[in-house]
Each structure stands twice: as structure tokens, then as C-alpha cells.
């Protein structure tokens, strides 16, 4: 399963709340370039996954190795520095309602760039972001004046603000309409191909699975429980896997 250089190493990792044993020793490498699905029933850890890969919450016990650095050993300082490089597109897009467009996507400059480099390249920065999804129009809009797709794409420019090497996306496309939903996914190819970022993304829809994975682990009983290509997964015999593509 190792893989030469993965961009994230999961190893062994558990995790519970009280006597909810949520990862039981999972286990997963993800490669530059990846575009990742996890694939679970609700409820079955892929937020915890992630949220422990973006040391939003701590891991009981494994080791979680992310862009060659594991994440134990980093200090407040390191943490901060270290998640510049990461990306991460919440579920709720969670973009500040009081502010404009250009102010939420001024906030993670805010936090990882000087003032200095803010005044000379901030602006440039925020119309390339918008542009990247198609949104530059929306600059001193407020996000209530958006529909959800263009929330999600905004979302999504934020993200990628920082030009970040990996992107954690968490359900992207849940609550979008198909139609919406295929737009983002293909959004998420363009940048990943533009950045050449590495992305894992949570997902029920196949539609969007489809689209976009090079590559899906299942994780079902809080393992690694398979892995593999959208149409070899589909093609499995195993119930538990036959489950979600039905
Ligand atoms: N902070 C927390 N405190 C206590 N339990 C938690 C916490 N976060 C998650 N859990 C529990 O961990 C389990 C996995 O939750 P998680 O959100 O990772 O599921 P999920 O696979 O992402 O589900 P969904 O597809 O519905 O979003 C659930 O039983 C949840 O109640």
C-alpha cells in the first residue's frame, strides 16, 4: 500500500469518542497529483479523517505524515505555516456573511501574508482566485446575494487562494443541484490540474465520484477497507462495497 513519496502518509491510526471507536487503525498514501474520494456510509469517520489530517482534531494514536512533515511534531508557529499549504473546502462553505466577496477572500491573506505583500499583491490575487471559478463579478458582492453554487465556487476560490499543495474537499457538491454539482466537479479537475494540487475530497455523489477520482478508498468499519478505481470498485462482489454503487 506504501507508495514512493506519498504527499499524505496515514498509518495506523485510531481514533474514538468515548466508546465510539470511529478509525480503527486505518491506514492510507496518497501520491502527488491524486485526486482521492473517500468513500463511507454517514457517520462511518471521513470528516474525522480529514479533520485529523488538517490537525483540526488529534488522533488518538498512528502517525499522520503530510507534505513530508508529521504532524505531531509541529509547534503552534509550524502548524500555522503548514496549513498555508493546505487547502480545505468545508461542507458549510462557511464564508462570513457581513463581509463582501473580496473581504472572505481577503481573510486567509490576512493570516499568512505580510501587510507588505497584502497591499502589493492581494487584489491581484483575489481577481485571479474569482477568475479561476468564473465568479470575478462578484468581487463587492455579499455572499448572501449569491446562490449556493456561486457560495460553493467562492468557497472554492478561498481555498485555493494560497495556491495550496493539497485540498481537502468535504462534500462539495451536497445540496447542489446535478447540474451545479457536475460545474464543481469540473472546477475541481481544472485546479488541480492548473495547481497541480493533490486533492481528497468526501463524497456521496457518484456523479461527482465519477467525474473526478483517480482513485476511491472505501472506508467502512473505521479501516481502509478497499481501494481502487471508480469502475473496479463498482465491478466488486463484495456487498458491503456493492452497497454504494447500487
Ligand atoms: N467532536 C466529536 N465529538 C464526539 N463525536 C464525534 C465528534 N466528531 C465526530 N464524532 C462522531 O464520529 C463519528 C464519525 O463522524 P464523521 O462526521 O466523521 O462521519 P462522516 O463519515 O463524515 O459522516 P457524514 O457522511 O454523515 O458527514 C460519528 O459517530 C460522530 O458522531
Redo the contacts with the bound molecule.
Keep these: 500500500m506504501q507508495t514512493k513519496d506519498p504527499i499524505v502518509l496515514v498509518e495506523h491510526v485510531n481514533k474514538s ?2 466508546t ?1 471507536h ?1 478509525l480503527r487503525d486505518f491506514s492510507m498514501a496518497v501520491e502527488t497529483g491524486e485526486n482521492l474520494v473517500i468513500l ?10 480529514i ?1 485529523c489530517i488538517i490537525k483540526l ?1 488529534a488522533a488518538d494514536s498512528g502517525k499522520i505524515t503530510v507534505l513530508g512533515q508529521d504532524i505531531d511534531a509541529l509547534d503552534e508557529d509550524q502548524l500555522n505555516t503548514w496549513r498555508a499549504d493546505i487547502g480545505f473546502l468545508f ?1 458549510s462553505n462557511a464564508l462570513y456573511d457581513s463581509m463582501t466577496i473580496r473581504e472572505n477572500l481577503l481573510f486567509p491573506l490576512r493570516r499568512h501574508w505580510t501587510k507588505e505583500k497584502r497591499e502589493k499583491m492581494a487584489d491581484q490575487a483575489i481577481l485571479e482566485a474569482l477568475e479561476d471559478v468564473g465568479l470575478a463579478h462578484t468581487l463587492h458582492m455579499m455572499p448572501a446575494e449569491l446562490s449556493g453554487g456561486m457560495r460553493k465556487r467562492v468557497a472554492l476560490a478561498r481555498a485555493l487562494i494560497l495556491r495550496p499543495k493539497v485540498i481537502l474537499y ?2 462539495p457538491t451536497t445540496g447542489l443541484d446535478p447540474i451545479t454539482g457536475r460545474e464543481i466537479s469540473q472546477l475541481m479537475i481544472d485546479v488541480q490540474k492548473k495547481y497541480n494540487a493533490t486533492s481528497i475530497v ?1 463524497s ?1 455523489d457518484l456523479n461527482c465520484i465519477n467525474m473526478i477520482a483517480n482513485r476511491i478508498i472505501m ?1 467502512i468499519d473505521g479501516k481502509n477497507y478497499a481501494s481502487g478505481t471508480f469502475q473496479e470498485l463498482e465491478a466488486a462482489t463484495d456487498p458491503k462495497i456493492k452497497a454504494f454503487f447500487e
Design positions: 469518542f468515548g465510539n470511529v463511507g456510509k454517514s457517520g462511518s469517520g471521513k470528516s474525522v479523517l479533520k482534531i461542507q468535504d462534500e468526501i456521496h472506508l
